[in-house]
């Protein structure tokens, strides 16, 4: 199983950006996607999370709103569209499958919750 990131950009404030992570297996859709992020001297950080079907979708507190998680099954695809881009959004942003088939809980915020990571993709937004 491989992810693969991409989309990343340098960005000014208050744009958009659409990311993108790929996965290599036809298994994709019954997995359960999440994104992170991580910026330099800080740990990596909840961002968003998507269902096997595309309807149950799950949003870290600072990006509610601004950010949207979607899914294409069928290009083994999940997208994280980014609008309204603070500098604080700055950061690596990885894609990682869940290590359960379903959210339980609150068991899909922790990094240690999913199994298998991409690289990355570098998000940085210009004040």
């Known amino acids: 199983v491989q992810f693969a990131e991409s989309g990343g950009a340098v960005v000014q404030t208050g744009g958009s950006l659409r990311l993108s992570c790929a996965a290599s297996?036809?298994?994709?859709?019954?997995?359960?996607i999440g994104w992170f992020r991580q910026a330099p001297g800080k740990e990596r950080e909840f961002v968003a999370a998507?269902?096997?079907?595309?309807?149950?979708?799950y949003y870290g507190d600072s990006v509610k709103g601004r950010f949207t998680i979607s899914r294409d099954n069928a290009k083994n695809t999940v997208y994280l569209q980014m609008s309204i881009l603070k500098p604080e959004d700055t950061a690596v942003y990885y894609c990682?499958?869940?290590?359960?088939?379903?959210?339980?809980?609150?068991?899909?915020?922790?990094?240690?919750?999913?199994?298998?990571w991409g690289r990355g993709t570098q998000v940085t937004v210009s004040s």
């Open positions: 297996e036809l298994t994709f859709k019954d997995w359960v």
């Open positions: 998507i269902g096997w079907s595309g309807v149950n979708t």
């Open positions: 990682a499958r869940l290590k359960n088939a379903y959210v339980v809980g609150s068991r899909y915020l922790d990094t240690r919750d999913y199994d298998v």
